[in-house]
């Protein structure tokens, strides 16, 4: 097995901080809630993924392509919260293709006020792209689902800076 050069480790590490990027974008596309700030920006969250690109929620669900996407996040009720916990990513670069496993975490407060605590596991594939890395396949493993009394806030001083 051939010692990998320096240029190939370089674009090694460059391509997993992009795919690092690439799916704090997701939640940053999917969070909101606070300072005015809606949460769920289909046009962000759908330029993200591959035309072809499935979204496997397990009991969330199975979107494949971006007008999928798109239809779900629009038909989706109205999140008035939502805050994204990405950990311990394990990203696997070659060449052109990638995969990626990420704990996640997320505080939710859904349209009827409910709030919840949701934890569980993304195991994703990436293709490099003509505009970057985009996301080819992502499933999501529910580990955890528990309601939160009362509702994720903002706390006082910070609503009023």
């Known amino acids: 097995m051939e010692q990998e050069g320096l240029e190939q480790r370089l674009r090694r590490l460059e391509d997993i901080e992009e ?3 690439l799916k704090a974008r997701y939640c940053e596309a999917c969070d909101g809630g606070w300072d005015g700030r809606a949460s769920h ?4 969250i759908v330029a993200l993924f591959t035309e072809d690109a499935v979204w496997d929620g397990g009991v969330y669900g199975r979107r494949e392509g971006r007008a999928a996407l798109r ?3 629009q038909r989706n009720p109205e999140v008035p919260f939502a805050f994204h916990l990405l950990t311990n990513p394990i990203i696997e670069v070659n060449g052109d293709r990638a995969t990626g496993n990420w704990h996640l975490l997320i505080l939710l407060t859904q349209a009827d006020q409910s709030s919840m605590l949701i934890g569980g596991v993304f195991e994703d594939e990436y293709a490099r792209t003509a505009k970057g890395w985009r996301i080819k396949y992502s499933r999501f493993s529910l580990a955890l689902h ?3 009394q009362g509702s994720w806030s903002a706390p006082a001083s910070a609503a009023r800076s």
Request: proline content about 8%; glycine content about 0%.
């Open 19 to 21: 795919i690092k990027k």
């Open 41 to 44: 920006n289909i046009d962000k």
């Open 71 to 73: 239809d779900y996040y």
């Open 146 to 148: 528990s309601p939160h």
